[in-house]
C-alpha cells in the first residue's frame, strides 16, 4: 500500500468524522449522550460505524474485516463521547467555561488518534496481503 493510499484512507476517516459528528449529527442526539445506553449517543456511534464501513471500503479491505473495525470503532467512539458528555454534564460545564474546551479538545484527539489506529490496521493488514 502507498503512502498516497494511506494518507487518502486518513484524509477520507477525517471527512466523515467531521460529516458525522459536526453536519448530519441531530441536536436531539446530544441530550443522551451521557447516558451510556442513551438512544442519541447509540445512533451517533452507528453512524460512524457505517461512514467508516464505507471509508474502509474503499481503502480496499475484506468484507468481514471492515465489518469488525467498524464495529470496534462505533463501540469506541461511543465511549469517547460518553465519556466527555459525562464529565461535562456532571461538572455543568458549557461553551463558556475553559474545562468544557479542554474535555471537547481531548475527545476529539482520541477520535483521531482512534482512526490513525485504524489506518495503521489497514496498512499493516495490506503488507501482509503483499498489497
Aim: positive net charge; charged residues 10%; glycine residues 6%.
Amino acid at each position: 500500500m502507498s503512502i498516497t493510499a494511506v494518507l487518502t484512507c486518513l484524509v477520507l476517516l477525517q471527512i466523515k468524522h467531521l460529516i458525522a459528528d459536526f453536519i448530519i449529527q441531530p441536536e436531539s442526539w446530544f441530550s443522551t449522550k451521557s447516558q451510556y445506553s442513551g438512544r442519541g449517543g447509540i445512533l451517533h456511534a452507528a453512524v460512524h460505524a457505517a461512514l467508516t464501513f464505507a471509508v474502509l471500503l474503499v481503502c480496499g479491505q475484506g468484507l468481514v474485516a471492515i465489518l469488525l473495525v467498524s464495529v470496534i470503532e462505533g463501540v469506541i467512539h461511543h465511549f469517547i463521547d460518553w465519556c466527555k458528555a459525562s464529565v461535562v454534564v456532571r461538572e455543568k460545564l458549557t461553551t463558556q467555561h475553559k474545562r468544557f474546551w479542554w474535555f471537547f479538545g481531548i475527545d476529539q484527539a482520541l477520535h483521531h488518534l482512534t482512526y490513525i489506529g485504524i489506518v495503521w490496521w489497514v496498512y499493516t493488514q495490506s503488507q501482509s496481503l503483499g498489497v
